[in-house]
């Protein structure tokens, strides 16, 4: 496993693979890697020749200073992951590396950018936008790998994708969870241990609330999981909103969607936790 950490080299060593016939997937993180990004890892490597996983805070993506600043770096666990998961190379780069002069770009990707996250962090998208399209010219991926805890971010991608005419497929891969039902996130770490008690519940609640949904309407399982969630002390819910899973569009009858899906942000003290779950499917 080569770690590079300047755009040239590792553009140089791809032009080599890639000439070599090289099937390249790409999975872009944050670092603070744990078996979620791994299970990426694993079906990058399974289904490419090459294996590039890059490795950057990006700074433009944080509308909330403080959670960059204690945003978690493991840098050499993750490099030891990585190597152990079969990556073959792991990009590096500092910001100067990323954003030699600031990158002033303003991406219009109507709805999917504007609602849920869209709403609760401005700005958010426009910065994940920026880095992944700049990833994806410097890696010219052909597939490249995103967890769908971040639900929407793949619905983002998807639609910068297509706009900026970029070559590359976009592989959803399934939410992994801790025993006890908690969604895999670098944030966890963050949480004291009577907080990572609690975590569960959120996991617990959206499962319970697909037997409830069986028999009550949209709002009903709304204000269901919401309530649940808000009894418990240090638990509040940001937002619960449930929704077509292509359009982002609300579903307000469970007949609007094929694949209606619930998105859960919810706040177990300080830390910002997310989730997810589709009615239609199996947890
Ligand atoms: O999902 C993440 O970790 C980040 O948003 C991403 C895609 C690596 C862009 O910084």
């Not at 967890?147 to 900026?164: N, P, R, S, W, Y």
């Not at 069986?214 to 009903?220: F, G, T």
């Not at 830390?271 to 589709?278: F, Q, T």
């Amino acid at each position: 496993m080569k770690t590079i950490d300047n755009i040239k080299e590792l553009k140089q060593h791809l032009s080599e693979e890639r000439g070599a016939n090289k099937r390249i997937g790409f999975v872009p993180t944050m670092g603070a890697l744990h078996d979620g990004h791994i299970s990426l890892v694993h079906k990058c490597v399974n289904e490419n020749d090459i294996c590039v996983v890059s490795i950057f805070v990006n700074p433009t993506q944080f509308n909330d200073k403080n959670d960059l600043i204690t945003y978690p770096r493991t840098l050499e666990h993750d490099l030891s992951l990585l190597e152990s998961a079969g990556c073959d190379y792991v990009f590096t780069p500092d910001e100067k590396e990323m954003y030699p002069e600031p990158d002033k770009r303003f991406f219009d990707f109507g709805r999917v950018a504007e609602v849920m996250e869209g709403k609760y962090r401005p700005g958010h998208f426009n910065g994940v936008a920026q880095i992944v399209s700049k990833l994806f010219s410097i890696v010219e991926p052909g597939k490249a790998y995103f967890g769908e805890k971040d639900f929407q971010q793949i619905a983002v991608i998807k639609t910068m994708v297509k706009q900026l005419d970029q070559k590359v497929e976009i592989v959803p891969c399934p939410i992994l969870r801790e025993k006890d039902g908690l969604a895999l996130s670098s944030r966890n770490v963050r949480l004291s241990p009577e907080q990572r008690q609690k975590a569960p519940l959120i996991a617990r609640v959206l499962e319970e609330s697909t037997n409830f949904a069986n028999e009550r309407s949209v709002q009903e399982t709304i204000d269901f999981v919401c309530n649940s969630i808000n009894k418990e002390d240090e638990m509040r819910v940001e937002y619960y909103e449930i929704v077509d899973s292509e359009t982002l569009e609300p579903v307000n009858k469970w007949s609007d969607s094929n694949d209606p899906v619930g998105c859960i942000t919810v706040y177990c003290g300080e830390v910002r936790l997310i989730d997810n779950i589709h009615y239609n499917k199996a947890f």
